[in-house]
């Protein structure tokens, strides 16, 4: 029998065994002799036996607790980071069985955990040398196409695409810029360095950033919250995460339509809305928006590279918070964001 394979339950099972034969054994003898009061004799024999019994199966029973417990206590460990945590299954039977196919589960876990760190390293140096490869002849691009453009000032055609070149030139270096940033994100290769920063202010540089393109397309930025609010973060990682979703929200507005940045904090989060009252989302689309290089294909716009929300996701998540978006066509967008402040 399997059940038997165990040296502790085969023990067990081996003094009930011999405590059952020996009470057994007594009943016989005080039968076959007779003795005076051989019921009384037996009744004791019976309770002897049955607190031996009693007792071997407690004693059982406590080391089994203690060994679940140890298992439970080094699954715990690897749960919370321990690597080398193993459960002792230095023994037979079913429960070391399994005890010995959760240490095999975690080998496999670990090898699955290194296999991804090495692929995500690879990534993430690949990506690293292909943008520092690309600095180079961009910042030359950058040189040439601004000599011509100096160059060609009674040539209007040339000049249109000079300017058109200039354009996708900076297209091309934010793509660089932010997928060099996300592959660090990837790699796990990125330090927040939180203080305790001023929303408002955050907030206001924010819309400076933004204050000339506005203006220069008709588009209004609104602040509104609490101006002593202070949340421990990294600047200049939060700021870039809300720039990039401002700037996402400039792209999808037109004449006359407006950003507004709110923020409210409590005791215990901090949620920070950007709305607008552009284009919107269209209910199939926002289940994807955060996916990098998705384009929403309901958009007008064109020049998106589908990188700026999932470099702001990135960030967030990096805080411990979280986005959400809502919007419908036609109805404008507005993307919250959710730290806890505990």
């Not at 607190?51 to 059982?60: A, Q």
Request: charged share 25%; aromatic share 10%; with cysteine.
């Amino acid at each position: 029998m399997k059940i038997l394979a165990n040296r502790k339950i085969k023990a067990l099972f081996y003094k009930i065994l011999l405590y059952v034969m020996g009470f057994s054994l007594f009943f016989i003898v005080f039968i076959q002799l007779g003795i005076a009061q051989a019921a009384l004799y037996i009744g004791g024999g019976a309770m002897g036996m049955g607190g031996l019994i009693i007792m071997s199966c407690y004693g059982y029973f406590k080391e089994q607790n203690e060994i679940m417990e140890n298992a439970a206590e080094q699954i715990r460990e690897y749960i919370f980071g321990n690597k080398d945590a193993r459960i002792e299954c230095n023994d037979e039977g079913e429960l070391y069985r399994l005890f010995h196919e959760v240490n095999s589960l975690v080998s496999i876990l670990n090898a699955h955990i290194e296999n991804e760190g090495k692929e995500k390293e690879f990534l993430k140096n690949t990506i690293s040398d292909i943008s520092h490869q690309l600095k180079t002849p961009l910042a030359a691009l950058n040189i040439y196409n601004g000599i011509l453009q100096g160059e060609v000032e009674n040539l209007p055609t040339v000049k249109e695409y000079a300017d058109l070149s200039e354009q996708e030139l900076e297209r091309i270096e934010t793509l660089v810029q932010n997928l060099l940033k996300i592959s660090k994100f990837d790699a796990g290769t990125i330090v927040m360095e939180k203080t305790p920063e001023n929303i408002s202010e955050m907030m206001e540089r924010i819309k400076k950033c933004f204050s000339f393109r506005a203006g220069q397309e008709g588009k209004e930025i609104i602040l509104s919250g609490d101006e002593s609010a202070d949340f421990v973060c990294d600047r200049n990682w939060l700021m870039e995460a809300v720039n990039n979703i401002v700037k996402n929200a400039l792209d999808h507005t037109g004449k006359g339509d407006y950003v507004r940045i709110e923020w409210k904090i409590s005791a215990s989060s901090l949620q920070i809305a950007i709305k607008d009252s552009g284009s919107g989302i269209h209910p199939e689309e926002l289940y994807y928006i955060f996916r990098r290089f998705y384009r929403n294909r309901y958009s007008k716009d064109k020049q998106g590279i589908g990188l700026g929300l999932p470099l702001a996701k990135s960030i967030i998540e990096a805080h411990g918070g979280s986005i959400a978006a809502d919007s419908g066509l036609g109805v404008g967008s507005t993307f919250y964001i959710n730290f806890p402040t505990f």
